[in-house]
Nanobody, 120 residues
Framework: QVQLVESGGGLVQPGGSLRLSCAAS????????MGWYRQAPGKQRESVAI??????NYADSVKGRFTISRDNAKNTAYLTMNSLKPEDTAYYLC???????????????WGTGTLVTVSS
């Protein structure tokens, strides 16, 4: 079994910064991709940033402000969020596609989410 645990959410003023972390643990052979999605009240879940071994992809709304990175040795992904705006307020959920003994082609896993609130 694989678990994803997020941390780093909280309340921040507009223009401020936060860094989210997502640590994967369990029976892990490898991780194909890790990333972050977010869901605001009354809105659909949207992809924020994804990182693979060779690329990163960002939603247009966060390009230039958010940076995703990964520490492969720790099976951990980070999302550094700068110049935060009120519209960034949402639950941020970690995602990972993990290769494990039971899923040799990879399976999707989700964290429970961490709340980011951008407000003055």
């Amino acid at each position: 079994q694989v678990q994803l645990v997020e941390s780093g959410g909280g309340l921040v003023q507009p223009g401020g910064s936060l860094r989210l972390s997502c640590a994967a643990s369990g029976s892990i052979f490898g991780i194909n991709a890790m990333g972050w999605y977010r869901q605001a009240p009354g809105k659909q879940r949207e992809s924020v940033a994804i990182i693979t071994s060779g690329s990163t992809n960002y939603a247009d709304s966060v390009k230039g402000r958010f940076t995703i990175s990964r520490d492969n040795a720790k099976n951990t992904a980070y999302l550094t969020m700068n110049s935060l705006k009120p519209e960034d307020t949402a639950y941020y959920l970690c995602y990972a596609n993990v290769v494990s003994p039971g899923n040799l082609y990879g399976a999707d896993y989700w964290g429970t989410g961490t709340l980011v609130t951008v407000s003055s």
